[in-house]
């Protein structure tokens, strides 16, 4: 089954692709109009220059051919009339040429204008011609080039929305375990507008973090109680015992131990106790490390034995 990130990878590439393919087809598409009007200009118009041109000849070398070469032109450009304007030099063509190449000087005039009305014609259709490739190029070049601008700015904003979507989230997460795993235990991952799959992990990821914070809490509540099960314990040894911590500040004590700070002496092991975290052996005290900045301290020998030691 598709998840949502797989699906916005997916609807992003496959829109980055049809862009893409149409900015393709439509260059295709705008490049193969040109070709039908460059071969009008080769196929049409220029078959009737090349018509008139051979007429022109024929006519001035007057030779026992040139009169069948004339027909063979006009009929040529008669087939291959292309513009309306062309019928009526034609005709003058078809009904002065036996004339003209029986030396009527007029007949030969009236030839020659209808050669150059003829080949004027054909040459003015070719500049027509000419003139719609070029637009076409024009209007080619251009489509090209707002397809391209059409596909880069798609680009960008599918790279935006996968950066909003995926990219920033998945860095949220490694900031947030980051910063955990140096100490910030209060950090969270901000929910923003991802996929599904990535509002999931960043949403399970702080339900984790909050666990471990009342885990936490849970395990320390029981604190307040431990004093008088500790002191009970303390009772049962045979020379006097307090904890510290790591300023030298007693947590608890054994009534041996208070009897003794109680005592003549108690000046001077409340001073050891203070210092027996950093010396460790601070006579009459003895400390030694019990856990992170707890200390047990031994307040001198018991009765009739000699100095405890840890």
């Known amino acids: 089954m598709t998840s949502d990130s797989q699906r916005t990878l997916l609807v992003s590439i496959a829109f980055l692709v049809s862009v893409q393919l149409v900015t393709s087809i439509s260059a295709v598409v705008l490049h193969a109009r040109m070709a039908p009007a460059i071969e009008r200009i080769v196929e049409e118009n220029v078959q009737s220059v090349q018509a008139v041109e051979e007429m022109a000849l024929a006519l001035a070398t007057a030779d026992a051919g040139a009169e069948a070469r004339f027909h063979e032109a006009l009929r040529r450009a008669r087939d291959n009339v292309t513009e309306p304007t062309e019928q009526a030099p034609l005709g003058v063509l078809e009904r002065d040429t036996s ?22 014609i054909n040459r003015e259709a070719m500049d027509r011609q000419d003139q719609e490739a070029k637009r076409l190029g024009v209007a080619g070049a251009w489509a090209s080039v707002l397809l391209a601008l059409l596909g880069m700015v798609s680009g960008v904003l599918v790279l935006r929305q996968m950066d909003r ?8 997460l490694g900031r947030v375990a980051d910063a ?3 100490g910030e235990s209060h950090r969270r991952c901000h929910l923003a507008a991802g996929s599904a799959e990535v509002e999931r992990a960043m949403s399970v990821l702080n339900e ?3 666990e471990r914070d009342r ?10 109680r431990d004093p008088e099960l500790l002191r009970a314990l303390l009772d049962a040894e045979p020379a006097p015992v307090a904890i510290v ?6 947590l608890v004590a054994s009534r041996s131990a208070m009897e003794a700070l109680a005592g003549e ?6 001073h050891a ?8 052996d601070a006579s009459p005290v003895t400390a030694r490390e019990i856990g992170a900045g707890l200390f047990r301290c031994d307040l001198g020998p018991s009765p009739g034995s000699a100095a405890l030691t840890p």
Not at 215 to 223: G, I, L, V
């Open 208 to 210: 984790l973090l909050d």
């Open 215 to 224: 885990s936490r809490e849970r395990s320390a509540q029981p604190r307040s």
């Open 165 to 172: 979507s995926l990219l920033r989230p998945i860095i949220e």
């Open 99 to 120: 004339a003209a190449f029986s030396a009527d000087p007029q007949a030969r005039a009236r030839v020659l204008s209808a050669l150059a009305t003829l080949g004027a």
């Open 265 to 270: 002496r108690g000046d001077e092991l409340a």
């Open 180 to 182: 955990v795993r140096r």
């Open 245 to 250: 911590d790591s300023a030298g500040a007693i």
């Open 273 to 280: 106790l203070r210092v027996a975290p950093k010396q460790q």
